[in-house]
T-cell receptor, first 110, second 114 residues
Framework: SQQGEEDPQALSIQEGENATMNCSYKTSINNLQWYRQNSGRGLVHLILIRSNEREKHSGRLRVTLDTSKKSSSLLITASRAADTASYFCATLAGNTPLVFGKGTRLSVIA | GAVVSQHPSWVICKSGTSVKIECRSLDFQATTMFWYRQFPKQSLMLMATSNEGSKATYEQGVEKDKFLINHASLTLSTLTVTSAHPEDSSFYIC??????????FGQGTRLTVV
């Protein structure tokens, strides 16, 4: 069953603005991962945050995790047109496979 | 990160024919491989999980006789779509992992059945 639910479903911003996407999940997890997918292409792993971590940074990406609320957020700062893509969160619990949310479609307008 | 190669990237086939998609882990031993399907503008849905040397475990609603999965070695898993029909047209993505590590994804295969 679907675990992660991203919010919003679609987001359109101007280049240079920050983009924030949220993800909520239902059960306890080992870690939560964020992926990017350009239209019709494969997945690109962006960042992994473990259940005992609260925040991680990678370049222009900042991910937070609140296990008490079962939610995570992905912040892309100073967005670029090349950031236009769909972003998915995926959760891992035990030895189960990743369960993906429905994704947020981000459009960055130059 | 580890590399997972998926082949072909895209394939067009006639209705009723079978198509084989390969998923290879290039620099690690994939004890477990996962196959996902993704319809346009939808999320990835897990189809099946395969462990090397054993039969695949299919998710509910996925026809195991139609989507044949073979994981005969630690570096290769194949998904064969048998007697493909237009409704099987989709984007198929594999991922592979070693025990205790995160999963890495292939580039995906776009299947179009005409």
């Amino acid at each position: 069953s679907q675990q992660g639910e991203e919010d919003p479903q679609a987001l359109s911003i101007q280049e240079g603005e920050n983009a924030t996407m949220n993800c909520s999940y239902k059960t306890s997890i080992n870690n939560l991962q964020w992926y990017r997918q350009n239209s019709g292409r494969g997945l690109v792993h962006l960042i992994l945050i473990r259940s005992n971590e609260r925040e991680k940074h990678s370049g222009r990406l900042r991910v937070t995790l609140d296990t008490s609320k079962k939610s995570s957020s992905l912040l892309i700062t100073a967005s670029r047109a090349a950031d236009t893509a769909s972003y998915f969160c995926a959760t891992l619990a035990g030895n189960t496979p990743l369960v993906f949310g429905k994704g947020t479609r981000l459009s960055v307008i130059a | 990160g580890a590399v997972v190669s998926q082949h072909p990237s895209w394939v067009i086939c006639k209705s009723g024919t079978s198509v084989k998609i390969e998923c290879r882990s290039l620099d690690f031993q994939a004890t477990t491989m996962f196959w996902y399907r993704q319809f346009p503008k939808q999320s990835l849905m897990l189809m099946a999980t395969s462990n090397e040397g054993s039969k695949a475990t299919y998710e509910q609603g996925v026809e195991k006789d139609k989507f044949l999965i073979n994981h005969a070695s630690l570096t290769l898993s194949t998904l064969t779509v048998t007697s493909a029909h237009p409704e099987d047209s989709s984007f198929y993505i594999c991922s592979a992992k070693e025990t205790g590590t995160e999963a890495f994804f292939g580039q995906g295969t776009r299947l179009t059945v005409v």
